[in-house]
């Protein structure tokens, strides 16, 4: 037995081993591949950056030389040069020349206002490069800062000028051109549907001071990447790359190298123990134990056998916890990022009222006069620029006048405007740029009338006397750029003199595109999805962009979130919506992909009530959770290899005593073994075992009469269940009533009986009144409740033996009254009527607030041989007249009414 067992630990060890070997040496091959190629992209675009970078800076070099040779006269070759730059180069966005600190002249100057004037010196995130330069005397390339004009990271390129050495070789001034980091590198394909890469850039210094992210995920030089470097005066910018979907290993690879690993460790394990003899059928005439095996091959075997299923169930279970983790975390995730959304879109909104608060303390104050006008626009440009989420701080006068600064929500350019209305001119609103010293540069010219008294933050300050939400409007600037076409929303408070004359209208507004950029912040880096709607379900934001509104011939048409064009927002939409509830969460797919949706409510003070919702991809989290899952296989297989091993000493070790069980059972088994052997053995189910051998006749025979019992209880409560099934085939299950098949059952027996016998049979047909519409506003839950409600009523009003209550269908009740006249009937109907309208239950649409019912009433003719039909054709023919004549009415049938006289029950 010694030598079979060594072998098949051997083998095990062997099989697993060179299961692991395989499968690492497929992954580092497959993760080799795809480091190769994408090391082999990021290169070759690389070179193309490199190159665009030298172009861009040998342009700026050029301008820079020829101003140097014109010192004090710079201006004319500036405007030579500068047009034939941007011509050469369309994405170029702004040239420059700097004299000292300030920029004296800009080229173009559209959509580049708000570097106009500007003083470097007031501005510290530019200096250090700027020190470096003049110190230095060398070009640099700055990537570290914002466009003023944009907001947008961009590269600047300095060229410093110093006099001649004559002139003291001083510092002069520089020349600067301006491009957008992210169109640069979309350019050289590094970003973009080009781009089959992730890309990170940080920025060195030459110094030897850290590095300084320039784009992307700092964290990506952390990982396995492909890396190259560009060299630049000054600075040496680092690019680090991975393919878009990572180096994972495909999961299939993995389970096919183990499954065919497993397989064939079997097949051989199967057959040494073959060739050893372990279930070798015995030589010789041994009857009905050829090709058995032995005691101690089965033991064998039994103790192998199920370690697969072991191991499988082991994995299934560590699976499903992992799963469980996921889930978990996935929820944490959520909750925390739908927590901090919140709080993001809280503070948002605090700023249209912070604003508005406090430029109205000071109108109170008497710290702001209307009529100095240029001081107030001075004053709103300087909190426009303190406030970059702040889009308009307005003032509309009473006499129609308005005066407002404001910037442009879309589009790149970022300059601030002035819009201003003047009723002596026209009414015509002027909307003019703003240079950086706030002072009216270029006029973006307007042709307009506009009125602020008839605008919706002008009339809801109106309504009120303290600051006021105003619902989201679509702005009418008509720039000609269209960048202002938006919608915004904020607070306004009316301004009175002491004398408690009006004014004016004070606001302060925000664009539901900076909250979608807000949004989109959040959600660019883990690949979800976020948008804001309104309590009515109008969609305000998102990160996606999608359309918050339609313009059909000229009106405004808000789009509801459940009919977005985005997928996403229109599926976890509906699920808002039709909850009804401030919060909640739900799985969803979308587009074949596992989404986790939360979303939660805001209540903005004094304001309407908004909800934010987000939904991240469940594949975020199933990745490393599918890792760890591998490592704990590795472990499981090797714990399966140790427990093989122990399950051979063991079948080993149990069947010596065994083995004597066996004989004692074959004697007890031709009618002897009275004695039974000596079994010693630490195993206590062994000695239990054999102790009961000899209690196994008496056993067996109590067991026999306990089965015969069983067997008669489990009969009888089987016909009990019948019978009980029975019932339940004739019952609605809602209400208790009985069922429609029941109910045409019934009717058509008593109709019967009531035509032999020639006593009378009324007939009773009750329908909720406005039942869709009580449905659609408060529910189907609550819509069940009023159902039972009306059906106790029903189950109430019916004493006799003879009657029937049931549910006919959806909302229709029928009443079977046999023996009992039209009068009769008809009072019972009225009785039932004032019953289900003293429950009083609380109907938005139904008649005086309440629920009600409407009756139609009809007695069997009982010389009409198809009394049934007829007879609930007149009654349904008198709901309908009941619901036509005003609903919470009895009516009776006609005499000539007849069933196809009946016109669908309305509602």
């Known amino acids: 037995m010694k030598r079979p067992l060594f072998v098949v630990i051997l083998l095990l060890l062997l099989g697993v081993a060179a299961v692991l070997g395989t499968e690492a040496y497929d992954r580092s091959r497959s993760e080799t591949r795809l480091m190769a190629g994408a090391r082999r992209q990021l290169d070759e675009r690389a070179a193309r950056l490199r190159d665009d970078l030298q172009a861009l800076q040998g342009l700026n070099e050029r301008l820079a030389a020829a101003l140097a040779a014109a010192p004090g006269a710079e201006e004319k070759p500036f405007h030579e040069i500068a047009p034939s730059m941007a011509q050469a180069r369309p994405d170029i966005r702004s040239i420059v020349f700097v004299h000292k600190l300030r920029i004296e002249w800009v080229y173009p100057i559209a959509g580049n206002e708000p570097v106009i004037g500007l003083d470097y010196s007031l501005r510290p995130q530019f200096m250090a490069k700027i020190n470096h330069m003049i110190r230095h005397r060398e070009p640099v390339i700055d990537g570290t800062t914002r466009l003023v004009q944009t907001g947008r990271p961009g590269l600047i390129f300095r060229m410093p000028i110093f006099d001649a050495p004559a002139a003291g070789g001083g510092y002069r001034g520089m020349t600067a051109l301006t491009v957008d980091l992210e169109n640069t590198l979309r350019r050289a394909g590094l970003i973009g549907a080009e781009a089959d890469l992730d890309l990170a850039i940080r920025s060195r210094e030459a110094d030897g001071q850290p590095a300084v992210g320039l784009f992307g995920a700092s964290g990506l030089f952390d990982l396995p990447h492909a890396q190259t470097t560009i060299v630049l005066p000054g600075v040496t910018w680092e690019l680090a790359a991975v393919p878009k979907d990572g180096l994972a290993y495909d999961p299939a690879r993995i389970w096919l190298i183990r499954g065919v690993g497993a397989s064939v460790t079997l097949l051989l394990l199967l057959a040494v123990l073959y060739h050893q003899g372990v279930w070798r059928p015995l030589s010789g005439g041994r009857t009905a134990r050829d090709g058995q095996a032995s005691l101690r091959a089965l033991l064998l075997i039994i103790t192998l056998a199920p370690m697969p299923l072991m191991v499988g169930l082991a994995g299934w279970l560590v699976f499903t916890a992992s799963l469980q983790a996921v889930e978990d975390l996935e929820r944490q995730q959520v909750d925390e990022l739908a927590d901090q959304l919140r709080d993001k879109v809280a503070d948002f909104f605090e700023v249209p009222r912070a604003a508005a608060a406090f430029n109205a303390s000071l109108f109170k104050s008497g710290l702001i006069n209307l009529d100095r006008r240029e001081d107030l626009l001075h004053s709103f440009l300087l909190q426009l620029r303190q406030q970059p989420l702040l889009t308009l701080l307005s003032v509309g006068m009473a006499d129609g006048g308005y005066l407002s600064a404001g910037r442009p929500p879309l589009g790149d350019e970022r300059g601030l405007r002035i819009l201003q209305v003047d009723p002596r001119e026209g009414g015509v609103l002027r909307i003019d740029r703003v240079d950086d010293d706030n002072r009216r540069s270029t006029s973006v010219g307007s042709d307009v009338r506009y009125d602020p008294r008839s605008r919706p933050w002008y009339e809801a300050a109106l309504q009120a006397d303290s600051l006021r939400w105003y619902p989201a409007y679509r702005y009418t600037v008509d720039d000609p750029g ?161 427990g093989v091993a122990a399950a051979l000493v063991a079948a080993w070790w149990l069947s010596r005593p065994l083995l004597s069980l066996s004989r004692w059972a074959e004697d007890l088994a031709e009618g002897g073994g009275l004695r039974g052997p000596s079994v010693r053995s630490p195993v ?23 089965l015969e019992r069983q067997v008669a209880e489990r009969t009888q409560a089987l016909v009990e269940a019948n019978q009980r099934l029975v019932g339940l085939s004739l019952t609605d299950s809602l209400t208790g009533l009985a069922n429609r098949r029941h109910f045409d059952e019934v009717l058509a027996r008593e109709s019967e009986r009531s035509r032999r016998s020639r006593l009378p049979m009324s007939l009773l047909m009750l329908d909720v009144d406005w039942f869709k519409h009580y449905n659609d506003q408060y529910g189907h839950p609550a819509g069940d409740v009023v159902l039972s409600q009306v059906a106790r009523v029903l189950l109430d009003s019916v004493r006799r033996p003879g009657d029937l209550a049931a549910r006919y269908g959806g909302e229709e009740f029928a009443l079977i009254l046999p023996g009992l006249n039209l009068d009769a009937a008809q009072g019972l109907a009225a009785l039932i009527r004032d019953a289900v309208e003293a429950l009083a239950i609380a109907h938005e649409h139904g008649l005086s607030g309440r629920v009600t019912i409407s009756v139609g009433v009809a007695e069997l003719d009982l010389d009409d041989a198809h009394g049934a039909g007829t007879l609930v054709g007149r009654a349904d023919a008198a709901l309908y007249r009941a619901k036509a004549g005003g609903r919470n009415r009895v009516e009776t049938a006609r005499a000539d009414a007849v069933a196809d006289g009946a016109g669908p029950p309305l509602a």
Request: cysteine-free; hydrophobic content about 45%.
């Open 684 to 706: 206590r189910e062994i000695v239990v075992l054999a102790q009961a051998l000899d209690r196994m006749a008496d056993r067996q025979r109590s067991h026999a009469r306990d």
């Open 482 to 642: 269209g960048l202002f076409e938006d919608m915004g929303m904020g607070m306004s408070v009316a301004l009175r003199d002491e004398a408690g004359h009006l004014a004016g209208v004070l606001r302060a507004d925000v664009a539901m595109s900076q909250i979608s950029q807000v949004l989109r912040a959040e959600m660019v880096r883990i690949g979800g999805i976020a948008f804001l709607i309104e309590s009515g379900g109008t969609l305000l934001a998102s990160s996606d962009g999608a359309p918050i509104y339609r313009l059909e011939d000229g009106q405004v048409r808000r789009v509801q979130a459940d009919q977005s064009e985005a997928p996403e927002i229109r599926l976890i939409g509906a699920p808002i919506l039709h909850s009804g509830r401030g919060s909640g969460r739900q799985s969803l797919d979308i587009e074949g992909r596992r989404y986790s949706a939360r979303w939660q409510s805001i209540q903005l003070p004094d304001g309407p009530l908004l909800t934010v919702a987000l939904a991240l991809p469940e594949s975020r989290y199933a990745e490393p959770a599918e890792r760890a899952l591998n490592r704990i296989g590795l472990l499981i297989l090797g714990f399966w290899v140790v």
